[in-house]
């Protein structure tokens, strides 16, 4: 009818919420920051609240999930991911989370990729999983692991060669990437903090099989772990299980020997010959999901973007 144009306006509204579940974790699973007895001898941006990364759990020593990591207060805080035993809980400690596949190359791959054996990983929702296991409350050793519900199986330390080997290929596959402190001058959002000089600017980034990715292969999903739950459990040191309270973003900086000269070496990274053995990264937000059937928290670092109207 010879009609070129019309007068048709659209809008749409979306929302970014918080998420409670994300695909391809990396097998490294971190206990949450507690309310420790001792002064506070950290640096910004904790600013005294009795918490730090030299400190160690303690008889006194209390955990509130409301009080634990969260983006306000923790992005581009930098955490030291401390392979270590039962029994010596220190901040910073990790264990690996047991995908339950073996072969001695499983762990590496994990750190590196996306092997089709890992689960989608939610935070540990109590009351589904009671009703799905009603003898059971993912606080003992040997109860049943459900990943999407939040409660998984893990195993205590991080195999020092696998790991220093995932991370520093990871890294290099994003070599210029860095961290700079200070808000983001691109966003609206006040964050302590940033990456820059990442693949991403020029949407080059490619993974371990070079099939190209829309974020860092140095920005990787980890879990965060209940820890007074796991502590009260007293576990041997197999068939344990921990319950994720929290999901975050982890942009891994290196090992702590790379990252750190010897003369620089923060308390945090332990003693030269341990720095090697220590993954330190910075948290920050990252792409997540929403499942029904795994729980929830206010302070995940995970992010998802719902379309709303």
Known sequence: MGITAQRISATATAQVSSGNSVRCIKPWIVADKWTDTTPDTDVAPYFGDSWDRDDSWDPGDTYNPANGFNPTFDTGYQMPLKPGNIGTWSSGWAMEIDFGV???????????????????????????????????????????????????????????????????????????????????PSTITVEKGYVTGSCMSGNTCRDMNNNPVTISPRIVPIAIFATSTFVGETCSGSGCVAQVVNLAGFFIEGMCNDVYSPASLPTWCGSPSEANKVVLGRFMKYPGEFDGSSGSTTSSFAQFVRLVR
Do not use: R
């Open 102 to 184: 073996t072969g001695s190359s499983v762990y590496e791959d994990t750190i590196e990729g996306c092997p089709s054996f890992v689960p989608t990983l939610g935070i540990f929702n109590p009351t589904t999983y009671a009703a799905k296991y009603p003898t059971e409350g993912c606080n003992a050793q040997n109860d049943s692991t459900d990943p999407e519900l939040g409660c998984v199986s893990v195993k205590t330390g991080m195999s020092q060669g696998p790991t220093s080997h995932g991370v520093n290929n990871l890294v290099a596959l994003d070599s210029g990437a860095h961290w700079v402190m200070g808000d983001d």
